[in-house]
């Protein structure tokens, strides 16, 4: 089993940037594909980024170039670089197993905004 928890999150004007953490619990963390989703209001949750545990990532087209997906092995921690960011990129955004999932965390919500 492992467990999530995100922050990181916050409001920013548009153009702006935040860096989102995912600090995971479990030892299969280590060699499984992590994945950051995003939710918008009345809308479905959806894959923005994932990691493999060998570094490969993959982007939704929608925050390619604007976002780049990261972990770091030692800290069992994924991070979210989100720059460029526009208002809808609000949402709010979740880390998991892909395409394995097990229980999502609480979230962290990114509101862009002026």
């Known amino acids: 089993q492992v467990q999530f928890v995100e922050s990181g999150g916050g409001l920013v004007q548009p153009g702006g940037s935040l860096r989102l953490s995912c600090a995971a619990s479990?030892?299969?963390?280590?060699?499984?594909?992590i994945g950051w989703y995003r939710q918008a209001p009345g809308k479905q949750r959806e894959l923005v980024a994932h990691?493999?545990?060998?570094?490969?990532?993959n982007y939704a087209d929608s925050v390619k170039g604007r976002f780049t997906i990261s972990r770091d092995g030692v800290k069992n921690t994924v991070y979210l670089q989100m720059t460029n960011l526009k208002p809808e990129d609000t949402a709010v955004y979740y880390c998991?197993?892909?395409?394995?999932?097990?229980?999502w965390g609480q979230g962290t919500q990114v509101t862009v905004s002026s």
């Open positions: 998991n197993g892909h395409p394995s999932l097990w229980t």
């Open positions: 990691i493999s545990s060998g570094g490969s990532t």
């Open positions: 479990g030892r299969i963390f280590s060699i499984s594909i």
